[in-house]
């Protein structure tokens, strides 16, 4: 199975500054079609996870611009250029290339 | 607007049985691959399976093959799961989801319905 490895999995962060969440892949997530799968998802206390990112550096419809996407291959990073308090929650990479799709172990952003 | 709402979790003893299901609505159902992902207490999600739009392909993770069914009705817009053999591992808040969102399609989820295996 691909292994998704978050980092870090704490992240305080005073409002207002960035923050960047990493994800690393045991495998390359290119899939034969030519895209990588590579998706974050956004879980708020007490709710169901949302997507914020698709392939890589797509932002979801309604998805604040703060939030960004980039990486590659075995490569990924989320940022979030301005954290405002409604970013507080779990933040979770997950590959959709290769069966079973797997999710990383969540990264955890709270405000200082 | 879509919706997806999840019933029939509660509490079963180890080696019990449960049927999960998901209503879905807003969308033409027929037309997307479904999954089920789930959220044990305090921990992160899991990816549990994936069912095709006519049921000829089915996908589970590993820890529940052999024990877990995944299937559809597609007339009644509903999503599927037997458990059989539960375990206390099992014990999870279950999702229903539309696979797309895996891969860049629509993203969509339901609310959950939590599954405890204890006795």
């Known amino acids: 199975d691909v292994v998704m490895t978050q980092s870090p999995l704490s992240l305080p962060v005073t409002l207002g500054q960035p923050a960047s969440i990493s994800c690393r892949s045991s495998q390359s997530l290119v899939h034969s079609d030519g895209n990588t799968y590579l998706n974050w998802f956004q879980q708020r206390p007490g709710q169901s996870p949302r997507r914020l990112i698709y392939?890589?550096?797509n932002r979801d419809s309604g998805v604040p611009d703060r939030f960004s996407g980039s990486g590659s291959g075995t490569d990924f990073t989320l940022k979030i250029s301005r954290v405002e308090a409604e970013d507080v929650g779990l933040y979770y990479c997950m590959q959709g290339t290769h069966w079973p799709w797997t999710f990383g172990q969540g990264t955890k952003v709270e405000i200082k | 607007e879509v919706q997806l709402v999840e019933s029939g979790g509660g509490l079963v003893q180890p080696g019990g049985s449960l049927r999960l299901s998901c209503a879905a609505s807003g969308f033409t159902f027929s037309s997307y691959w479904m999954s089920w992902v789930r959220q044990a207490p305090g921990k992160g999600l899991e990816w549990v399976a994936n069912?095709?739009?006519?049921?000829?392909?089915?996908y589970y993770v590993d820890s529940v093959k052999g024990r877990f069914t995944i299937s559809r009705d597609n007339a009644k817009n509903s999503l599927y799961l037997q458990m059989n053999s539960l375990r206390a591992e099992d014990t999870a808040v279950y999702y229903c989801?539309?696979?797309?969102?895996?891969?860049?399609?629509?993203?969509?989820w339901g609310q959950g319905t939590l599954v405890t295996v204890s006795s």
């Open positions: 989801t539309i696979s797309a969102t895996a891969r860049g399609g629509v993203d969509y």
């Open positions: 069912i095709k739009q006519d049921e000829s392909e089915k």
């Open positions: 392939k890589v550096s």
